[in-house]
């Protein structure tokens, strides 16, 4: 039996960016991990991916990215039962305090203003994760 409060050993983090370099730097850190990561481009794909039913275990979301922004597709997971409870971060480099209040107010759970750290990034998916562990 696969239910229940046994979670798989890795996790899936989808990364939706624009910046193709930055999008890889943050998947070789978190992979480190050791988590999957699945990179995306722009906000329609990034949809796409969490309109489905494959695991996505946390977002990493840029907000200005083509087709749709961050904020939109934020807006749009926080709708969708499946998704509702996913932590999902803002990686941006629109670092006004507006920005993060919106994306705070939408259902983020966490702002990163670029350039950041992937270190410290890893750290607080790391975090995020022990928390839901707790949880369970």
Do not use: C, W
Request: proline share 7%; charged share 30%; hydrophobic share 40%.
């Amino acid at each position: 039996m696969t239910e229940g409060p046994s979670r798989p050993s890795v996790r899936h983090v989808l990364v939706a960016d624009d910046e193709p370099y930055l999008g890889r730097i943050v998947q070789l850190k978190l992979e480190q991990g050791p988590y999957k990561v699945s990179l995306v481009g722009d906000g329609r794909e990034a949809m796409e991916r969490i309109e489905g039913s494959d695991p996505i275990d946390l977002i990493l979301l840029d907000i200005m990215m083509p087709e749709m922004t961050g904020l939109e597709v934020l807006s749009r997971t926080r709708r969708l039962e499946h998704r509702r409870k996913v932590p999902i971060i803002i990686l941006t480099a629109k670092g006004q305090e507006s920005d993060r209040a919106r994306a705070l107010s939408l259902g983020a759970t966490d702002f990163f203003t670029k350039p950041f750290s992937p270190k410290k990034l890893a750290a607080r998916v790391n975090e995020l994760f022990q928390q839901a562990g707790d949880r369970t």
